[in-house]
């Protein structure tokens, strides 16, 4: 049902849609760490349960602030204008 919310936002076009599905993400995170991994839940080994999510999260931070990074320094390299302009620029090729 959250996922349809957050769907019937964006299409909907909301004014405020990109701070629904942050809200709705972040319920989305709770209700699954509860309901289907048990992290939340009373148990008698919170201590295991700390490691495997701290180390999710430094998992996924890793890979999202990584991706950002390499699609930010691929496009900075990648784009065929500044190629071209720095060709001219150096190369005198293209005149």
Same mark, same amino acid.
Not at 44 to 57: E, G, M
Not at 58 to 85: A, E, F, K
């Given at each position: 049902?959250?996922?349809?919310?957050?769907?019937?936002?964006?299409?909907?076009?909301?004014?405020?849609?990109?701070?629904?599905?942050?809200? #709705? !993400? $972040?319920?989305?995170?709770? +209700?699954?760490?509860?309901?289907?991994?048990?992290?939340? &839940?009373?148990?008698?080994? %919170?201590?295991?349960? #700390? !490691? $495997?999510?701290?180390?999710? +999260?430094?998992?996924?931070?890793?890979?999202?602030?990584? &991706?950002?990074?390499?699609? %930010?320094?691929?496009?900075?390299?990648?784009?065929?204008?500044?190629?071209?302009?720095?060709?001219?620029?150096?190369?005198?090729?293209?005149?």
């Amino acid at each position: 049902m959250l996922t349809l919310a957050a769907y019937f936002a964006v299409v909907s076009n909301f004014p405020n849609a990109l701070l629904i599905i942050f809200v #709705l !993400a $972040v319920i989305q995170l709770f +209700v699954q760490m509860v309901f289907f991994l048990h992290l939340l &839940s009373k148990s008698s080994d %919170r201590n295991y349960n #700390l !490691a $495997v999510l701290t180390s999710t +999260v430094s998992i996924i931070l890793i890979v999202v602030i990584g &991706s950002l990074w390499i699609m %930010r320094h691929l496009n900075y390299n990648m784009t065929p204008d500044q190629m071209n302009d720095y060709m001219l620029k150096t190369e005198g090729v293209g005149k």
